[in-house]
């Protein structure tokens, strides 16, 4: 005899089951919204993916002068020896590629023994004007040679191709472990194509979210309903829907900022009808738009250069360099060119010599670009890889491991505190670079010397200072933030006069304050700038 009561459970089940599929059929869904697999949105025309954003990212993201870091991948393993060409030896180079050199009379050089194809000469006023350098031989032990082994290794930080999680997606989860029933209103990274890339996930959950196109994200936002994910039956069933539910719950967050942001603004420049330039022209228009997002990615395919190798990378560098040349002339309209840093990475680079289908084969160790003001110059980092001592395996040898470039990016432009920099990178201390940059990168002379609005972190003693320069008299807040976003104090809500004001953070609080690191925002009219600091 059947059990009366079990089938009415089951039968209840199934009425929820049914019920719940009226409103959220996951094809309808995705039609309506545009969802392409684990939730990206069409932005500009281009697939865009959000990730969960960490409680110190929110407290940054609240300042529109905060930092940027927007990750460019070459999909594919870009040739490093025909980016960057190694004219000091290149004789050496020349016999290794017959026909995929290039003549010396077509390269631009940067410096006396390294320069770059002239079809990339978009990127020389950005080298001209200091704001672009190369970081020589990137790579790591044991270099993977396989695509997909390659990009998760760089995207977990794992030379053993274990890990599951990325190391932002580490950084953001630690921080910020109740997203899914408390995600916060802006975005901390925002992904652009390459949404299968594993950079920025968690343990747990992927934050991607999709909508059709940027007209259609305030309609969702204003008319979208947010779900229960807290109530949910423990079955496969109820893990279902809770992905339905926090994807949706998501989108309705995030849907409205991003569009406000990205239809506030126009780009100011004309960007090429190329992929990378759209992604690119789309960024800068959600960085003007203030969005508050601290962290990008683009992606570039088609870098898998095996054969028929030179019009194809000519063409693809040509893309990169012009797209990048105005992503930053378009950032400089509006002043947040001065807080962006751009920097390309890509699986691996390729062997030093050609093969016999005029391409190059897998390789190791490749050149990495960095763009933007901030790097205080233009340069070179590490040692160029010797073109005769090569590995076991007849690569280029690595010189800088690539989670060393990731730490210092992390503590020295992001402002993390380094302990979690460390703890984001599978809990290993990697060396931090002189890249050009520190996480209080203006001087004591630079701060005398500015006639405009400044402000300086000083350490003395037991005493942590805030040093202001106001250009005017003007009304100005100064508000204190711990490490997870949490306002903590304000230290000057009052009019100061124009000159010099030293704030001692300890006593202007006026509570009590653990050692440790802080986050301080200071508003001046429509104005708003911010540092991370350590309280002494």
């Known amino acids: 005899m059947r059990n009366k009561n079990k089938d009415t459970h089951k039968d209840s089940k199934a009425n929820i089951h049914d019920e719940e599929h009226k409103k959220w059929n996951r094809r309808s869904f995705i039609q309506a919204l545009g969802l392409v697999g684990g939730g990206t949105m069409m932005l500009g025309s281009t697939p865009l993916t959000a990730s969960r954003p960490s409680p110190l990212a929110v407290a940054l993201s609240q300042s529109e002068s905060d930092r940027i870091l927007v990750l460019i991948r070459l999909k594919g393993g870009n040739d490093g ?38 079809f990339m000469n978009s990127l020389e006023p950005l080298w001209g004007n200091g704001a672009m350098k190369v970081v020589h031989g990137v790579g790591y032990n044991d270099g993977s040679l396989s695509h997909f082994s390659g990009s998760d290794i760089w995207a977990s930080t794992d030379g053993n191709d274990v890990e599951r999680t990325g190391w932002l997606g580490r950084y953001f989860e630690d921080l910020y472990p109740d997203y899914t029933v408390n995600p916060p209103a802006i975005p901390a990274a925002v992904q652009i194509g390459s949404v299968g890339n594993l950079i920025f996930d968690g343990l747990d959950n992927n934050y991607a979210f999709s909508v059709a196109n940027p007209q259609q994200l305030e309609n969702i936002a204003n008319n979208g309903t947010l779900y229960n994910v807290t109530d949910l039956p423990e079955c496969t069933y109820g893990n279902h829907l809770g992905f339905l539910r926090s994807t949706t719950n998501t989108t309705f967050n995030y849907a409205g900022v991003i569009s406000e942001a990205y239809m506030s603004v126009e780009n100011s420049v004309s960007y090429p009808d190329t992929d990378i330039s759209r992604q690119l022209a789309n960024v800068a228009r959600m960085i003007k738009g203030d969005l508050g997002t601290k962290v990008y990615m683009v992606s570039l395919g088609g870098f898998d250069t095996h054969a028929n190798q030179k019009d194809k990378h000519q063409e693809l560098l040509t893309n990169l360099s012009n797209a990048v040349k105005l992503f930053f002339d378009d950032l400089a309209t509006s002043g947040h060119d001065q807080d962006t840093l751009a920097m390309t990475f890509s699986e691996f680079g390729r062997r030093p010599d050609e093969n016999g289908s005029q391409g190059t084969d897998h390789g190791a160790a490749a050149p990495l670009l960095l763009f933007g003001p901030g790097l205080q110059g233009n340069g070179f980092i590490g040692n160029h890889p010797s073109l005769t001592t090569l590995n076991n395996d007849g690569n280029l040898i690595y010189d800088i491991d690539f989670r060393e470039i990731y730490a210092t ?9 380094p302990v979690i920099v460390n703890q984001a990178l599978l809990g290993q201390d990697y060396n931090r670079l002189d890249i050009g940059f520190n996480c209080n990168s203006l001087s004591v002379d630079d701060y005398n010397l500015s006639n405009s609005f400044t402000h300086l972190v000083l350490y003395d003693n037991n005493k942590t200072l805030i040093k202001i320069k106001n250009p005017n008299t003007q009304h100005t807040v100064v508000k204190l933030y711990d490490i997870i976003g949490r306002e903590v104090a304000t230290l000057k809500n009052e009019m100061l006069f124009a000159g010099d004001h030293t704030i001692d953070v300890k006593k202007e609080s006026q509570t009590r304050l653990s050692t440790g690191q802080y986050i301080y925002r200071i508003s001046v009219g429509d104005q708003h700038y911010s540092r991370s600091m350590i309280l002494r």
Not at 95 to 117: A, Q, V, Y
């Open 81 to 118: 020896l025909n980016t960057i060409i190694p004219i000091y030896d290149y004789d050496v180079y020349a016999n290794l590629r017959p026909s995929l050199k290039h003549d010396l009379s077509n390269i631009t050089n940067l410096s006396s023994d390294f320069g770059i194809p002239t």
């Open 409 to 417: 990016i992390m503590q020295e432009w992001l402002c993390i505190n």
